[in-house]
């Protein structure tokens, strides 16, 4: 069983906030993501890392930053929230070291942001 | 590059009755087959994966799923649907190990009547 947190669930915030969207992992995973999903579509990556120090941006364009500062941790951050920003973020972690190879990522319950 | 289709937007069943629910994926190589299960306000649980090897994989909740090369499908199959299995399904390809991340498809939508 996975585990891997996200906060807050629900954000309902302003124009011009800043705002932080929380992701921890307690397995030790190496990579981890986070993804933009809207209602009746796919999902679309955003940002990923492959470890400590390690950002890369994704498929889909995001005003969104992120760090990984720890392992475990991988926040994203919004420096103006606006509300074409509206949305589920759903955060995920994978351990490429696993026999078998592939990455099984393993998702968080998401955060589901609206901006005013 | 790779994509997946999951040609049925909605789909509606009665309790008891079987399931099968679409994927085709587009990927030069042999690839990585998922499908994940989505409740509503919940984030992607995983139901089953495909790596190699056996063409029919066995998954959590009696489900399974089997890899056509040959039709580039990937479809989940269910005999008997429970009320608990209403939810949005998945079916996502990754490229092989070290690959930055899974491609989606847009989700199936699967109701379930009583």
């Known amino acids: 069983e996975a585990d891997i947190y996200q906060t807050p669930r629900y954000l309902v915030i302003g124009t011009g906030k800043k705002i932080t969207l929380e992701c921890s992992q307690t397995m030790g995973h190496d990579k981890m993501y986070w993804y933009q999903q809207d209602p009746g579509m796919e999902l679309h990556l955003i940002h990923y890392s492959y470890g400590v120090n390690s950002t890369e941006k994704g498929d889909l364009s995001s005003e969104s930053t992120v760090s990984r500062i720890r392992t475990e941790h991988f926040p994203l951050t919004l420096e103006s929230a606006r509300p074409s920003h509206t949305s589920q973020y759903l955060c995920?972690?994978?351990?490429?070291?696993?026999?078998?190879?592939?990455?099984?990522?393993?998702f968080g319950p998401g955060t589901r942001l609206t901006v005013l | 590059a790779q994509s997946v289709t999951q040609p049925d937007i909605h789909i509606t069943v009665s309790e008891g009755a079987s399931l099968e629910l679409r994927c085709n994926y587009s990927y030069g190589a042999t690839p990585y087959l998922f499908w994940y299960v989505q409740s509503p306000g919940q984030g992607l649980q995983l139901l089953l994966k495909?790596?190699?090897?056996?063409?029919l994989v066995q998954g959590i909740k009696g489900f399974e799923a089997e890899f056509k090369r040959s039709q580039s499908s990937f479809n989940l199959r269910k005999p008997s649907v429970h009320w608990s299995d209403a939810a949005e399904y998945f079916c996502?390809?990754?490229?092989?190990?070290?690959?930055?991340?899974?491609?989606f498809g847009t989700g199936t939508r699967l109701t379930v009547i009583p």
């Open positions: 995920a972690s994978s351990d490429a070291r696993l026999a078998g190879g592939g990455d099984t990522q393993y």
């Open positions: 495909y790596f190699s090897g056996d063409t």
């Open positions: 996502a390809v990754g490229a092989v190990a070290g690959a930055n991340n899974l491609f």
